[in-house]
């Protein structure tokens, strides 16, 4: 098993295994019951204080953990804590449904009805109530509109604090009814959209999502968004076919759209349909370095930010170094045993925990 920077999986001891849903983690005394059901972790058996709480004697999870955080209890008594007070990047997953089929998706989407995970979101983000940044992915979390209209709503009663940044493909905005009331809670909740847009036009961009008008839905959408003052993070996944598109979606960006706070290259992460099609799709960052120094030029030029994530510092030119983020979930992120003696280690974004055997891009010798 690789070593990532924080371990998210523990398991429950046998007699344990009968705990099973959401659960807030106490390391002490649990207080008022509240959004979510509570659980006690001691770190052994002498500790325990009270022998009628619902508890887990987990040493490796009780140093793991903050009192507070939150988890998930598998039936099969595997524990993931999915909301980390130490996490450098917290994401709740609100469906695994998806109305793109995109041929490197890291979640392959899962048909029907699901909508569970989207309630059981909504008393997570409440229970944590965090004054920081939680992620909502999928799937497509904008597919239950009305309840993530709800979910904006409850965040804003109970968790104000929090804010929330959402990965969606854009297209449900292409309702501008729908548009409008999620504007409307921005007046009272921080929040941003990353939205994809992988070509300046619909051939590319509809091919690499497997979906047919995608591109017509997305572009309606982001307008639709900014213009309703919502703020977007615009995306970028470089492969094979489409490189060649990132300086026209930097222009584009611009030249269409408004609001745009940033434009994000994401390097590709080698999970789900990503492995099937990894052959097909990857391209070194190494292969497209002027690409990626017109998009910033075009972004400078425009006073729109141009971030580079998900990239190992030795897989891109020096220059480019200060364009790169440490962005790579803790609980995914790793590096390789040749990045020991770096001397960039520190501020460089490592890999991902997945990108083993033939999907692990080497790192190059730094000089």
């Known amino acids: 098993m690789l070593e990532v920077l924080r371990n998210d999986l523990f398991e429950c001891a046998a007699e344990e295994s009968k705990l099973s849903g959401f659960y807030v983690l106490r390391k002490c005394q649990p207080l008022i019951p509240g959004f979510l059901p509570q659980v006690i972790v001691y770190e052994n058996s002498g500790t325990i204080i009270n022998p009628e709480t619902p508890a887990v004697i987990n040493s490796e999870l009780f140093r793991a953990i903050e009192d507070g955080d939150i988890a998930s209890i598998s039936p099969n008594g595997k524990i993931r804590v999915i909301l980390s007070r130490r996490a450098n990047h917290n994401t709740l997953l609100l469906t695994e449904r998806c109305d793109n089929r995109c041929q490197f998706c890291s979640q392959p989407p899962k048909d029907g009805d699901d909508s569970w995970l989207l309630e059981q979101a909504i008393l997570a983000i409440c229970a944590f109530n965090l004054d920081g940044e939680i992620g909502l992915s999928g799937g497509e979390p904008l597919l239950y509109r009305d309840d993530f209209i ?164 030795c897989h891109l030119p020096e220059h480019l170094h200060e364009l790169s983020v440490q962005s790579i979930s803790d609980w995914k992120n790793y590096y390789p045993k040749e990045c020991s003696s770096c001397s960039m280690k520190n501020q460089c974004g490592g890999f991902f925990a997945s990108a083993k055997g033939k999907f692990l891009q080497s790192p190059q010798r730094y000089v």
């Open 150 to 313: 709800r979910l904006l709503d409850t965040t804003i009663e109970h968790a104000p604090r929090t804010r929330l940044h959402v990965l969606t493909n854009g297209r449900a905005f292409a309702d501008l009814s729908f548009t409008k009331s999620v504007a409307k809670r921005t007046e009272h909740i921080t929040m941003s959209f990353g939205i994809p847009l992988y070509a300046a036009n619909s051939t590319i961009h509809d091919k690499l999502v497997g979906a047919e008008g995608a591109f017509n839905e997305t572009v309606k959408g982001i307008i639709n968004a900014g213009n309703s003052g919502i703020n977007i993070e615009l995306r970028f996944i470089p492969t094979r076919q489409n490189a060649q598109e990132l300086p026209f979606v930097a222009e584009y960006a611009n030249r269409v759209f408004t609001n745009i706070n940033q434009i994000s290259v994401m390097n590709m992460e080698p999970m789900g349909w990503a492995r099937k099609n990894w052959d097909g799709l990857y391209l070194h960052p190494l292969e497209y370095p002027l690409l990626l120094e017109n998009a910033a030029k075009i972004s400078r030029q425009n006073s729109t930010p141009l971030y580079l994530f998900n990239y190992p510092l």
